[in-house]
């Protein structure tokens, strides 16, 4: 099943129109490497983190990504503590780095003031002149595939390096099942192997039958989205 490829949007066009539409929630962004988390309340940026990096620091750097994918998860309140509470008028921040603020011609936002995609999903690999040179190294070395263990047709070959399973269209893996969410995980291939992360669902993640927020899973490893089960194995050569 080839994955759906949504709208592109730069980090800096998503977090004005989320500051913009007054939105409440969790920016998220994803590449093989790191992730961060940018925490709105009403429009205003209340935390930020990147690695160590927190607050200012930490969007500094997340608008410096080029390569990224992008989640949106509304309603989502900032986990204070661990993180440092800030407080940023994001176009007041712009004008101090000295940038023009930006919005997308698109739109992505619709009347009522919610995202017009919810998953405010950016594909990193909408084509192939597109991809990095990282994520061309990591899928020639890792060839995988998810492969369900109640139906042998059912199987996903990963052709990204950072990709969302869930039950929505949108989704790169898109898995038309009640019990897993419209977002359910992140799937990160990695140096050290394919990093899952749940996406704070409600009928959870598992990596070999063990409830996982974050963790690693490599060949023949079980990952479970919901009730659905997959074993992690190599592509067959073509």
């Known amino acids: ?10 980090a800096e066009e998503i977090i004005s129109k989320l500051t913009h539409r007054k939105m ?3 920016f998220k962004a994803f590449t093989p490497l790191e992730s961060a988390n940018v925490f709105f309340k009403k429009g205003m940026i209340v935390a930020a983190s990147k690695g160590e990096a927190q607050g200012e620091s930490a969007l500094r750097e997340i608008l410096d990504w080029k390569e990224a ?3 949106w998860e509304p309603d989502i309140v900032a986990p204070i503590p661990p993180l440092k509470p800030v407080l940023i008028n994001f176009d ?4 101090k780095q000295g940038a023009p603020t930006k919005t997308s011609s698109n739109g992505m936002a619709s009347a009522n003031g919610q995202p017009s995609n919810p998953s405010l999903t950016k594909s990193m690999t909408s084509t192939g002149e597109t991809r990095s040179a990282m994520e061309v190294d990591l899928l020639n070395r890792y060839k995988l595939t998810l492969a369900s263990l109640a139906n042998t047709n059912q199987k996903f070959k990963l052709v990204k390096a950072t990709s969302v399973i869930g039950r929505n269209p949108s989704c790169d893996i898109s898995i038309p099942d009640n019990s897993i969410s419209r977002q359910h995980c992140i799937l990160q291939l990695t140096e050290r192997g394919l990093d899952v992360k749940d996406l704070n669902t409600v009928n959870g993640t ?3 039958g063990i409830p996982m927020k974050e963790g690693y899973i490599n060949i023949g490893d079980k990952l479970t989205v919901g009730k659905i089960s997959f074993m992690l194995e190599k592509t067959p050569e073509s």
């Open 1 to 10: 099943m080839a994955p759906s490829i949504s709208q592109l949007f730069s």
């Open 24 to 26: 409440t929630g969790c």
């Open 206 to 208: 598992k990596i070999n």
């Open 92 to 95: 007041a921040f712009l004008r």
């Open 69 to 71: 994918l992008f989640i």
